[in-house]
Each structure stands twice: as structure tokens, then as C-alpha cells.
């Protein structure tokens, strides 16, 4: 992109990002003073993802000043990057937990869920995202998907692209997703949509370089609102990496084979299916799959049963190869290697 | 130390390190194939300390060897220091579970503590330390300590003491030991002894810094017959990084209080002290206190109410000051700074 360009990638002009110093979210601190009157709470949990940790006291303190003074608040201090990454340990030790920023992943009277919506507006860069789509009287079929944070304005995204002469095709996914449209990082069956094009409307390459993995036969055009830029995704580099590291673990003799303990990342039967076929894999349990975790383990080589961004987007930083499950099948020769595909989660817990 | 010298500091000569390799460890298979079979188990985990995690497979394949085809033996990933750290979720979900290379912190029947016992002479690196101790005829008292790992030898050692004219002080501490003349990197209740001076056997600096930090009045010489050198602990680095990070967190406004979900690391009544006494300070949870895990939040300064390692060890790596209880006192305005001591952790859970 050139430097004439009105915004280059990473400008911040204009976006959510810039204001995120006085951005004023709603934390429905009504419902969650509620939930304390009703329940006689003396101990209240939040959790925050990553990026809004840093919003926790502040939502605390306008919390403490609703509550009678022998309320406890606490601040979850785990990592977490998604609704599958509830600390249980805080939410069976309070009497209201609260998760901010993510959408339910299963219904539960345990839980609050406290969705957080970005103010960014998503039309001027829908209109540059015009340029990659088909022409509506070639195309008219797009899919459109976003994440949680944009929900709020899925119908007039929708009305929008309508307007202009496209017939918008959106599903729900499956029972892993709380909308129409929602795509998590790990699951975009929301795009399972009779359409070879799909608009993905929200920050960052995360989620549709994912969307374009699960779905490889499909142009997937994103309109990012937070950095200004409209791309197509390209997984020309990702598949190479994934290939290479398939590649790699061809040699391997000893497989860890990892089960993830958090709450909405297990899964016990593709872990045992590959112990029970496989006398020289070792089954290692943990919540936090990290390299300085893995370091200490004499393995050549890793198969990755939890989240499978962990894998694809943190694997090269782990010291041997990281494989998903399916990648796994094709580097013990179960599997021809043309059947590497995008690990997804479908279910809950 | 100079080049010249017989072993310089890291030399792993004749030591239990340079063995590690063919070191023939016992992990005591008998009783937990025993356990396997009283208990019709189907599921065993296994947990390691970091140092002897890549030892978890071999020890996986012998047990596996020796049970029936249908139990699933499962490592810990979990970082594991030491007893206070089990891994709680492994334990509630396996028949049996067993813990390497601590002793029990607390009696139970729900885990299998194995001990493992260093191979190295611990009795030229004592014949070396008398230089360091003073001479039987002006001061026979000392006191003797050591870790779980040398316990084996604890009895040899007293005697050889004793044969060379000293008055050997020895206490099993409180009831967080099993054994006496044992110490751990939070509890040095075993060297409340009468005796100025105390020998400290084992690996490192770890334990016996601790142990002078807990005691500044005595004189700890330290017998490492893994890294071969004798030296005497030296505490003046130490308390100079604890009164420089005092003394940064002076000004702080917004307080972090740490309490930590471990275990037997948890002093919950300590946290909510500080709580109630500072109307900013706000309570996070987490099990691992990392710099990676607070950098998110946004405080002038952390307590920790967990692991004092972690605060006076790691300390420095955190991206705001960090301290343990006493420390917080001081920072406050609530004792004086010469009341600043070593934090110790008494009690199990």
C-alpha cells in the first residue's frame, strides 16, 4: 500500500483504537449489582480477556461503590483469549462470576455474560471492501461474518450489503457460537454458506485467515474497521509453515500428545484415539500450552489436542514440531498429505 | 575462585550433575503398581518437578509395562516447584496420582509422594566447609540442614559432624516438613536452633540465601557437593534489590494483592487484610504469578501473597515493584523499614 493512500495499514486515524483512552463500554453494571442483591453475594469474580485486563479495576471500583462493603470483587489474573477459557476456579468460589468480552459458548445460570461492542464504524471501509468483492451482477452471493465485538451492527451490515444489490448469505454455526453470522478462531461454520465469496467485517487477520483455512475454495474478502484496510485473505504462508512442520514431525519416534484442561478446549477422545494407536506417544495434561511448558518434556515431537491457533499461529515458537490432530494422521502416514485441513472445535463442553 | 583451584564454581567433576545422564533413579514402581492394582485404576498421573520432567516418559513406559493395557498413564504439564504445587485437576481425575521429588506437605491418602534421593558424596565438600565453620574448641555448636534430596544422607551427616567434635543442633521444623533438618525455599523453622552457625548441604544458593535472609544473626556456610564450592551466604544483594523495590513502591497509588490459587500456596486472610485496609488495592487471582501475567494490569505495584520466591527471586523481571506482605507493610507506612524480614510460608492446607 502506498504511502498516498489516505490510511496505510496500522493507521489508527479514525478508528476504535484511537479513542481507546476514552472509549465509554457498557459493563451492564446494573445486572451485575442485581445479581449480588438477589443471590446475597459476598464474593463477586471478573474476567477479562487480555486486552481489557487493564479496565479491571476501574470496572471494580464502579462495582464496589453499588455493593454493600462486605463485598469481595476479584480479578481473575489467568490469561484468557476466549469463552472456552472460563477460570472455574474463580466461578466455583464466588457467588456472581462475570465474563467480559466474549459471547456465551454454552448457556449457564453460573455465569454472567457481559458482551462488549466496538464503536468503530464498520461502513466506510464496508464501501472500500467493494473493490474485492464480485460486481453484483456477476456475484450476487456473499457470505458475510463477524465477531462478537461487531454483533451489534450484524442486521445493518447486512441491510447495507442488501442495498447495494448483493443477496447476503448468513447461518448461525453451530452450537459453539451464541449469533447469526459469528465466527470464533477456532470455528467458522457460520461461512458454511452457499456462496464462493464472504465479507469479514472486524480487526485483525486472525479470524479470516482461519475462515479462509476451513474454507480454502472460497474468496475471503476482509474489511478490517480497526487498522483501515481491506485485504484478501492469503494463506499461502500458513500453509507453508503447517506443511513444514508436518514435514518435520515425519522423524519423530516420541509424540506428547497434549489434552487441554480448560473448561471449553477438551478433547478427550481424539487424545486417547491417538494413545491407543500409538505405543510411543505420552499423554501430558495442561491448561496453558506454552513453549517454556513444553521445553522441559524429552518429546520429538508434539500433537496439539486443545486450541488449534495455539498450534497454527504460536507453533513455530515451540522447540519441536506442533501439530492439530489431523496434522498428526498425515505425519504418521494415516493420512495422504493433500488431507491437511484447518482444525476446528464444534460443540461445548 | 582461581583457575587453579582443584573444582571452580560450575565444575561438575565428581558431582551427582555430571552422572544425570546413566544416574539410576528408584521411582519406587512396586507401590504404584500396587496402587494400580488394590485400587482397579484406569487412569494413573504422574507428576515431576521441572528438572525431572524429561524423565516422565521412561518412568510412563516402565509402568505401562507393568499394568493392564486399558490404564492411561498421563503427565503433568503443569509447572511443578515444589509440594505446595500439585496438580489438583490431574489428582481429582486420576485413580492414582503420584508427586516426584518433594516430600508430603501434608499427609494423604489421595497422593503418592516418591522421594528421589541425590547419589552425590556429600563428605568431601563437608571436609571442606570445616574451614568455613569455627574450630569445635572455640564454638561446637551448629546446626545442620539440607533438602529433601539429601535426607537420605541426614543421619551420616550428623554423625560425621559429630566425630569431629561438634554439638550437631537439629529441629524438624513445623509441621509444613517431613523431616527433620529439612528445609524448603519458604520454611527455615528447622535452623531455630542454638547455634551462631549453621551448615547448609545441597545444591545451590536457593535454599541457604533464604535461610540467611530468615536468619541474619547466624553465620550460614554453605557444602554444595553438586556444584563443588563451599562459600557463606551473603545476603547484601539480596536486600538491596528488596530495599530498592520498597522503596519504588512508596509512591505507588493502585496496589495489585496477589492471591495465589496453588495449593499450598493460598494465605487468603493476609489478602483480605490488605484489602480491607486499602481501598486501592484490588485482589487478582491466579495460580502461576508470571511478569507476562500482570504486565495487562494496570497497578503502580503488586503484593504477593503467594510463593515469597517469586516476589524476592523473580522480583526484578516484573514491570512494577513487587513484594511480599511484610515488604507492603513497610512501602505503606504501616512498620518501619527496619522491620523488613524474609517471608516465610508456615502451616500446609
Given at each position: 500500500m502506498s504511502q498516498d493512500s489516505e490510511y496505510s495499514e496500522g493507521d489508527l486515524r479514525n478508528t476504535g483504537m484511537s479513542l481507546k483512552h476514552d472509549r465509554e463500554w457498557d459493563y451492564e453494571?446494573?445486572?451485575?449489582?442485581?445479581?449480588?442483591?438477589?443471590?446475597?453475594?459476598?464474593?463477586?469474580?471478573?474476567?477479562?480477556?487480555?486486552?481489557l485486563k487493564r479496565r479491571g479495576p476501574k470496572v471494580a471500583d464502579d462495582i464496589r461503590e453499588l455493593v454493600p462493603d462486605d463485598v469481595t470483587v476479584m480479578l481473575s489474573g489467568q490469561p484468557c483469549y476466549g469463552a472456552?477459557?472460563?477460570?472455574?476456579?474463580?466461578?466455583k468460589r464466588t457467588d456472581v462470576f462475570v465474563h467480559f468480552g466474549h459471547s456465551p459458548m454454552k448457556n449457564t445460570d453460573k455465569v454472567i455474560y457481559v458482551p462488549l461492542f466496538s464503536n468503530v464504524d464498520v461502513f466506510p471501509i464496508m464501501e472500500e471492501s467493494l473493490d474485492e468483492l464480485a460486481d453484483p451482477d456477476e456475484d450476487p452471493h456473499v457470505g458475510l461474518v463477524t465477531?462478537?465485538?461487531?454483533?451489534?451492527?450484524?442486521?445493518?451490515?447486512?441491510?447495507?450489503?442488501?442495498e447495494r444489490g448483493y443477496e447476503v448469505h448468513t447461518r448461525r454455526g453451530d452450537d459453539r457460537l451464541t449469533h447469526e453470522g459469528q465466527v470464533l478462531g477456532c470455528n467458522y461454520a457460520s461461512a458454511d454458506i452457499d456462496a464462493d465469496q464472504v465479507?469479514?467485517?472486524?480487526?485483525?487477520?486472525?479470524?479470516?485467515?482461519?475462515?479462509?483455512?476451513?474454507?480454502?475454495?472460497?474468496?475471503?474478502?476482509?474489511?478490517?474497521?480497526v487498522n483501515n484496510v481491506v485485504t484478501v485473505a492469503d494463506t499461502?504462508?500458513?500453509?507453508?509453515?503447517?506443511?513444514?512442520?508436518?514435514?518435520?514431525?515425519?522423524?519423530?519416534?516420541?509424540?506428547?500428545?497434549?489434552?487441554?484442561?480448560?473448561?471449553?478446549?477438551?478433547r478427550w477422545e481424539q487424545a486417547q484415539e491417538i494413545l491407543d494407536d500409538n505405543d510411543d506417544a505420552y499423554l501430558i495434561t495442561m491448561d496453558e500450552v506454552t513453549?517454556?511448558?513444553?521445553?522441559?518434556?524429552?518429546?520429538?515431537?508434539?500433537?496439539?489436542t486443545g486450541c488449534p491457533r495455539i498450534?497454527?499461529?504460536?507453533?513455530?515458537?515451540?522447540?519441536?514440531?506442533?501439530?492439530?490432530?489431523g496434522e498428526y494422521e498425515i505425519a504418521v502416514g494415516n493420512k495422504p498429505l493433500d488431507e491437511l485441513s484447518f482444525d476446528t472445535f464444534h460443540g461445548t463442553w
Open positions: 453494571l446494573d445486572r451485575i449489582v442485581e445479581a449480588v442483591e438477589e443471590r446475597d453475594a459476598t464474593k463477586v469474580g471478573l474476567q477479562f480477556p487480555e486486552g472456552c477459557d472460563l477460570d472455574t476456579f474463580l466461578m465477531t462478537a465485538q461487531h454483533m451489534n451492527r450484524f442486521e445493518e451490515m447486512k441491510s447495507w450489503l442488501d465479507l469479514y467485517v472486524g480487526g485483525g487477520k486472525f479470524h479470516p485467515l482461519g475462515l479462509a483455512m476451513e474454507h480454502p475454495d472460497k474468496n475471503v474478502v476482509i474489511a478490517d474497521p499461502e504462508k500458513f500453509l507453508k509453515q503447517r506443511y513444514a512442520s508436518v514435514h518435520k514431525a515425519m522423524d519423530a519416534e516420541k509424540w506428547g500428545v497434549i489434552f487441554c484442561t480448560k473448561i471449553g478446549q477438551g513453549p517454556d511448558r513444553l521445553r522441559n518434556f524429552d518429546m520429538d515431537a508434539f500433537v496439539n498450534t497454527t499461529d504460536d507453533g513455530p515458537q515451540f522447540h519441536k514440531p506442533m501439530l492439530t490432530p
